[in-house]
């Protein structure tokens, strides 16, 4: 938005601002979505503009980031298994605060948190599911972490991985990084 001519992006957040929206020509309309965002609330306000406005156009494939809707696919299955879902990940990270609402929103209790030493053993009393997850920037040296604080604060604990779809993408390295240095 900070690159564009004053006035000529309009941020929307949800299905309110789409009925709020005040356009200068209704016939010349575009949106694009931020990659982090919820699958499930941007699928929301992309059909509320598709209402509102028939002719506008959107981007020519998803452009929520693959990983985000399938962690957030993930969660949505892990959350109807457990009581409690921990999401490892920062406060400020769009992804893992996304993670954290879905798995609410399937009805786990959800928590963010940094890594182990954040859990309160008071979340997860009467829980008898326990689910872990991640954001997408989190090491996989946190998850272990707070896998194995897990096996030590609950012994009777049995850890199974929950997987949901399969990743076939690869990312090829630059030709500039396979040069020798």
Known sequence: ????????????SSVQDVMNLEVRDPEKLAYVTQTTLSVDDTKEIIEALNKRFPHIQGPKRAD??????NRQMAVKALAAQCEVVLVIGSKNSSNSNRLREVAEREGARAYLIDDASCI????LEQASNIGVTAGASA?????QE?????????PTCEVRTLRVRDEHVHFALPEILKQPT
């Open 1 to 12: 938005m900070g690159q564009a001519p004053e006035g000529s992006v309009l941020l929307v």
């Open 64 to 69: 929520i980031c693959y990983a985000t809707s």
């Open 120 to 123: 309160e053993p008071s979340w």
């Open 139 to 143: 090491p996989e040296s946190l998850v």
């Open 146 to 154: 707070v896998v194995n604080w897990l096996s030590r604060h609950h």
